[in-house]
């Protein structure tokens, strides 16, 4: 059973920084893909950034050069940096991953964090 465990979120002033991380735990799992996605107020769940095993990223159009998403493959561990927050990003962040444990597909979100921009 592959686990997640995330930490990082908290409150930060519009313009700062902050840094997700998401370190995934478990025997015989292989990692297809580390997401990270957001649920603001009153808002459905989005996804904000994504990396694959190939390394390849890809991210929302909202946070495209403000946010990195990256991989420690040797801790299992993705992370996202978040720069020039803006009030809008503002949500529950969600970590997720994708891969194969014991030759089965497994899909398995964090517990989430709250990030919230003050203006």
């Known amino acids: 059973q592959v686990q997640l465990v995330e930490s990082g979120g908290g409150l930060v002033q519009a313009g700062g920084s902050l840094r997700l991380s998401c370190a995934a735990s478990?025997?015989?799992?292989?990692?297809?893909?580390m997401k990270w996605y957001r649920q603001g107020p009153g808002k459905q769940r989005e996804l904000v950034a994504a990396?694959?095993?190939?390394?390849?990223?890809e991210y929302a159009d909202s946070v495209h050069g403000r946010f990195t998403i990256s991989r420690d493959n040797a801790e299992r561990a993705v992370y996202l940096q978040m720069s020039n927050l803006k009030p809008e990003d503002t949500a529950i962040y969600y970590c997720?991953?994708?891969?194969?444990?014991?030759?089965?597909?497994?899909?398995?979100w964090g517990q989430g964090t709250q990030v919230t921009v003050s203006s």
């Open positions: 990396i694959h095993s190939s390394a390849g990223t």
């Open positions: 478990g025997s015989a799992f292989s990692i297809a893909a």
């Open positions: 997720n991953v994708v891969g194969y444990t014991h030759g089965r597909p497994y899909n398995v």
